[in-house]
T-cell receptor
């Protein structure tokens, strides 16, 4: 099976812009979670989607949003970018039935200038 | 209470030695404890995971030891190899807290030839 894929892999934006990141989960996985990874804060949970519904949300401002499509693919959006949003954004997929195992994609490296 | 504390921050081990990374938690509701390995430029990859009803789990050279009363768990890498040089993260999750992993701060392991 193909792993979790994320596009784009690298992105450079300027402050105030918005950005959309995409994640395709492993085939058959219906849950998609998003994480932000920075050197200072480590890996932090953003939100989780299942069957097109957000089931869980971390402690991030409303500028961070996401959605999931009927094919389980997910997007996350960050509006009004700030310098502190520079990070590696990771997507993870999970089967959700009988396991908690999350499989991570390679991430999207976002740089905000 | 939601934190997972990981130590040491960095570790240098000689080839063939044992690498030991420790994690501690406060929230007794945690019921799933995975360890992830991350190489530069890659997403975290699941190494091994354990639940509180088991005190030890071994997969190849990797062993998790779990001490429920002390609320601590550790990763042991036996016969450490230069290819094991990576950043290791412990994590924990609460049942029903769907898709949310709480990560430790990470340990950068360097295995010297």
């Amino acid at each position: 099976k193909a792993g979790v894929t994320q596009t784009p892999r690298y992105l450079i934006k300027t402050r105030g812009q918005q950005v959309t990141l995409s994640c395709s989960p492993i085939s058959g996985h219906r849950s998609v979670s998003w994480y932000q990874q920075t050197p200072g804060q480590g890996l932090q949970f953003l939100f989780e989607y299942f069957s097109e519904t957000q089931r869980n949300k971390g402690n991030f401002p409303g500028r961070f949003s996401g959605r999931q499509f009927s094919n389980s693919r997910s997007e996350m959006n960050v509006s009004t970018l700030e310098l502190g949003d520079s990070a590696l954004y990771l997507c993870a997929s999970m089967v959700t039935v009988g396991t908690d195992t999350q499989y991570f994609g390679p991430g999207t490296r976002l740089t905000v200038l | 209470q939601q934190q997972v504390k990981q130590s040491p921050q960095s570790l240098i081990v000689q080839k063939g030695g044992i690498s030991i990374i420790n994690c501690a938690y406060e929230n007794t509701a945690f019921d799933y404890f995975p360890w992830y390995q991350q190489f530069p430029g890659k997403g975290p990859a699941l190494l091994i995971a354990i639940r509180p009803d088991v005190s030890e789990k071994k997969e190849g050279r990797f062993t998790i030891s779990f001490n429920k009363s002390a609320k601590q768990f550790s990763l042991h890498i036996m016969d450490s190899q230069p290819g094991d040089s990576a950043t290791y993260f412990c994590a924990a999750s609460i049942p029903g807290n769907t898709g949310k992993l709480i990560f430790g701060q990470g340990t950068t392991l360097q295995v010297k030839p």
